[in-house]
């Protein structure tokens, strides 16, 4: 069975997928990772040159390969659930755990790093409010659990994911 770690940037989904990786002794692979091997460019190169929905068809074809895998933790921007085939493979042979966090633990964790440069703008509050408020219904409907990261270590939330999935296998 795989696990797919999905959720807005800043909700903890890297870490948290590195360290369940680590925990349950499963590979770990990355949505982003996989699309630059296939494309030849990151998400956001793809975005700035192709745009959005040259992105989202790149997702939908790293997604078809990778839910071929098995025993794997998936590191998946909450994009994926824009497109119902993506669902649809993921949990053929998986479980989707949606991290979220709220708006102020969000920011201030972006803020923090500097890769997210357009959200340390003076409006990266709203521009977080924005992004979370378009996926986050549909990542609920998408997730098999949905976890809240704001007052949470990555530690806590990977000891949850496992429990959960201890539960889906018995």
Not at 122 to 142: P, Q, T
Not at 146 to 169: K, W
């Amino acid at each position: 069975m795989n696990i797919v770690i999905t959720g807005f940037s800043g909700t903890g989904k890297t870490t948290v997928s590195r360290l369940l990786a680590r925990k349950l002794d499963k590979r770990l692979i990355s949505t982003d990772e996989e699309i630059a091997k296939i494309i030849g460019l990151s998400p956001e190169k793809i975005v700035r040159k192709y745009g959005w929905e040259r992105l989202r068809e790149a997702e939908a074809g790293a997604i078809e390969g990778i839910s071929e895998l098995d025993e794997y933790v998936l590191d998946a921007g909450c994009g994926i659930v824009l497109r119902n085939e993506n669902i649809i493979n993921l949990k053929r042979n998986g479980i989707i755990i949606f991290l979220t966090a709220d708006v102020k633990a969000v920011a201030a964790r972006l803020k923090r790093k500097e890769e997210k440069t357009d959200f340390t703008e003076s409006n990266y509050i709203d521009k977080v409010k924005g992004a979370l408020s378009e996926f986050e219904e549909k990542c609920r409907r998408a997730a098999d659990y949905a976890i809240d990261t704001s007052s949470m270590t990555p530690e806590e939330t990977c000891d949850l994911i496992a429990h959960y999935v201890q539960m889906e296998l018995h």
